[in-house]
């Protein structure tokens, strides 16, 4: 079968005139439709250049990165990058913004504006389309970049900590607004977060990396029960929302694991710079 995402054996390296810096080694792991993917690992640990990776912005020094069994630079149309910070830009109005990927791609037309304006609504953007990002708060800002990368329709959505600038309420219904966007729209997710609560509030499964040069320490799946019936009505809703898995008693024990695996590599690295 072929895989959304297939990366096998990557490693990377970033050559500058202070010398090399090794940030992935032999990376391997596969994501298929609908799966929505955390990974979480010590900060600089070259999480962001996995991601750059996976988009086809970098290519790999060995290894590959396959996107519906293409190499990623040639799969670009099917990938939808999400970063940190929502690059917004002030002298565009909100929709001018949105329709940003569509302008570029030369992909704007009646049709794709209408579904723009769509969105907005949906995502309850639709008075501020004319505002400018400045008159909107982190949350709202963040849906608006959200809702320009997903116009563009893409397979595969890679978000890099596109939370981190929130308050920690905003996050929360932030987070949870776009798992359900995601898991509504059957998107393939990778999600790069510091926040281990995050990943196992959304992930199907979470891959945990070493420090720097990153490398796969352990893929965890996650298992939640089924929501309960009376919640249901909506296609997504036999899945826990991110909510409803921060109170599930699986969560705190998915967190010590997690946890566990992330610290004894700190204190390792430690132990190594100490000896
Ligand atoms: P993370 O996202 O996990 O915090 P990054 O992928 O951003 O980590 O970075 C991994 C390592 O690669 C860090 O040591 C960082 O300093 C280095 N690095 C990142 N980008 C560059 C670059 N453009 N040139 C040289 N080194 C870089
Ligand atoms: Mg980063």
Redesign the pocket.
């Known amino acids: 079968m072929v895989h959304k995402l297939n990366v096998q054996n990557v490693s990377y390296s970033?050559h500058?005139i202070e010398g090399e810096?090794a940030?992935l080694s032999d990376i391997s792991f596969t994501a298929d439709t609908g799966e929505f993917i955390a990974v979480v690992?010590?900060?600089?640990?070259?999480?962001?250049?996995?991601l750059?990776l996976l988009s086809g912005l970098a290519r790999p020094e060995s290894g590959f990165v396959l996107i519906d069994g293409k190499p990623a630079e040639l799969a670009k149309e099917a990938i939808g990058y999400m970063l940190q910070k929502d690059h917004l830009f002030e002298w565009r109005s909100i929709l001018s913004n949105a329709a940003l990927g569509l302008e570029i791609q030369k992909r704007l037309d009646a049709d794709s504006r209408f579904r723009l304006v769509q969105m907005l609504k949906t995502y309850g953007l639709d008075q501020f389309q004319d505002k400018h990002p400045s008159q909107l708060s982190g949350g709202m800002r963040q849906r608006a970049a959200l809702i320009r990368t997903l116009a563009l329709n893409p397979d595969l959505l890679l978000l890099?900590e596109p939370f981190s600038a929130l308050d920690y309420q905003t996050r929360l219904s932030v987070c949870d607004d776009i798992s359900s966007i995601i898991r509504d729209t059957k998107k393939t997710a990778v999600l790069?977060t510091h926040d281990l609560s995050e990943a196992i509030s959304v992930a199907d499964r979470v891959i945990i990396?070493s420090s720097?040069p990153?490398s796969v320490k352990k893929i965890i799946t996650l298992s939640f029960p089924p929501a309960s019936s009376q919640s249901s009505g909506l296609e997504h809703s036999n899945v826990l929302s991110p909510m409803e898995r921060r109170n599930a008693p699986e969560f705190s024990y998915y967190f010590n694991l997690i946890w566990k695996e992330l610290k004894s590599d700190a204190s390792s690295s430690h132990y190594a710079e100490k000896s």
């Open positions: 970033y500058t810096t940030a690992g010590p900060s600089g640990c070259g999480k962001s250049t996995l750059s890099d790069v990396l720097r990153a």
